[in-house]
């Protein structure tokens, strides 16, 4: 972070002028920094929804949402989606740099060995319905965690740190198949270590005790692509709450399923399973022929519906995670003979007629990676409730990083927001009989 230059402020109430330092970074726009604007002239910003603040600095990914980049420490996200896989990726995101074989060995050797859960924790699932959100046993069982490695808990140690990364990383699939497999009646299913990080959570969701799972090598590939681009995003809203959370000193597990909580919003998250929603509705409205009736409800003003897995906040060109989202969409559908299916061609006719549509190209909206990663996940055979699962298990490993890098700041404070306040001014209380 270097300063050159400041900004003067002036302001039209007699309140004197103040200058501002202005930060570069390495890319991306440079910074004001207001931190001391209160102290000097009593005022605060007003930012909500965070449009033009920067809540933090980071060095971990860089999104230029313009020109459609997303970079994971330096490296764009197309080459490490062709050239590396989700643990290289983690140690990528969690290091700094990308490891060489032995580092690599190394770090899968540590990861493995901690894919088991506490067999105690087994049982928590027995407390919750068997047709509850898989979101919602998720954001119970990993705060739950923290209730059973206490030995890693000291934040301040950069060892318990580490340590804690790893066993978040480990233990997501092995809980989000549990997750799963107590949504079906079937027995949970134990981590074969010999198996890639994507292969063994697909053994985990769909074999059983009563055969062998032997996992299809596009269908794997594609699970660790998914993994890989959905692996961070710099300052999102579930990002920001597991930065804001830990920033009262809370433990990681308890901060990542704040991480969790957030995501499973429709807005975030939530987004590649309400775009399944969304398909199946047009489809019960008659399919194809009903796109063009749904596409105008999406542009009245007045129906508050969207056009799911379309537009982002950030991404206004396009978001290079939907590209290579999309490769990999026709790679799945062609390795299963999909293309044909009703519900896929109704996505691919929808996908064709908003990138032609006069009110989505001005908007600047297109499909995101979660359009083309729901449609991969349900010819996979992914329920639909469990997509957001596998994003929050894909993006554990961003939250522990970001968590890992503002714990680590020497001047780190908890997270304050001011507000504007427009209620009610100091007024007395009457006696209920008065009111
Ligand atoms: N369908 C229809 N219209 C849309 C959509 C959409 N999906 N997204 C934005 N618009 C319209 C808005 O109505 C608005 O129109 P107006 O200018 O006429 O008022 C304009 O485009 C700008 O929209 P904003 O809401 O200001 O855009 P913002 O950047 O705040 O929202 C968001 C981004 C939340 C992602 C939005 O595009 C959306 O709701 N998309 C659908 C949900 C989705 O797919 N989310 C996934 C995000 S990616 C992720 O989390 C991995």
Redesign the pocket.
């Known amino acids: 972070m270097t300063t050159q230059q400041k900004a003067t402020l002036s302001f039209e109430d007699g309140t004197p002028s103040v200058d501002f330092p202005v930060y570069k970074g390495t890319v991306g726009p440079d910074v004001v920094d207001i931190r001391k604007m209160y102290g000097a002239t009593g005022k605060f910003t007003f930012d909500p929804g965070f449009l033009s603040t920067a809540s933090c600095e980071s060095k971990i990914t860089y999104i230029d949402g313009d020109k459609g980049e997303l970079l994971y420490r330096g490296y764009p996200i197309e080459q490490l989606a062709v050239n590396c896989d989700y643990l290289e990726t983690c140690y990528l995101l969690l290091n700094g740099d990308l490891p060489n074989p032995a580092q690599k060995k190394d770090f899968e050797g540590r990861v493995l060995k901690h894919t088991m859960i506490h067999e105690q924790m087994t049982r928590f699932f027995q407390g919750f319905r068997r047709d509850a959100h898989p979101m919602a046993v998720l954001v119970g069982c990993v705060g739950a965690l923290s209730a059973f490695y206490h030995d890693s808990l000291d934040i301040q140690n950069p060892e318990h740190r580490f340590v804690s990364a790893i066993r978040l990383i480990a233990k997501m699939p092995t809980l989000v198949a549990m997750a799963y497999k107590y949504s079906q009646g079937q027995p949970f299913m134990y981590p074969q270590n010999n198996l890639s990080y994507a292969a063994n959570f697909m053994r985990m969701m769909f074999g059983t005790p009563c055969e062998e799972y032997v996992p299809n090598d596009v269908l794997v590939r594609a699970l660790d692509r998914i993994l890989i681009l959905h692996a961070d995003?710099e300052q999102?809203a579930s990002t920001s709450t597991v930065r804001l959370a830990g920033s009262s000193g809370a433990n990681p597990f308890a901060c990542i399923a704040a991480g969790i909580a957030t995501l499973w919003g429709?807005?975030?998250?939530g987004?590649n399973e309400?775009?399944l929603l969304m398909l199946n509705e047009i489809q019960e409205r008659g399919g194809v022929e009903k796109i063009g009736e749904f596409v105008k409800e999406?542009k009245d003003?007045n129906s508050h519906t969207?056009?799911?897995?379309?537009?982002?906040?950030v991404y206004k060109n396009y978001d290079p995670r939907a590209k290579l989202m999309r490769e990999t969409c026709h790679e799945v559908l062609n390795e299963l003979g999909l293309h044909n299916d009703p519900l896929f061609a109704l996505a691919m006719k929808l996908e064709q007629i908003a990138l032609e549509d006069d009110y989505f190209v001005q908007?600047k909206?297109y499909p995101?990676?979660?359009f083309y990663s729901g449609i991969v996940q349900r010819a996979m055979g992914m329920p639909t409730e469990m997509f957001t699962c596998i994003f929050a298990l894909a993006r554990t490993v961003g939250w522990i990083a970001q968590w890992g890098e503002m714990i680590s700041e020497p001047d780190q404070k908890i997270g304050r927001p001011r507000q504007l306040f427009t209620g009610a001014t100091r007024r007395d209380v009457k006696p209920i009989g008065n009111r």
Do not use: E, I, Q, T
């Not at 969207?306 to 906040?313: D, E, P, V």
């Open positions: 995003h999102n429709p807005a975030h998250g987004a309400a775009c999406v003003k969207r056009l799911m897995g379309f537009g982002h906040r908007r909206l995101n990676v979660d």
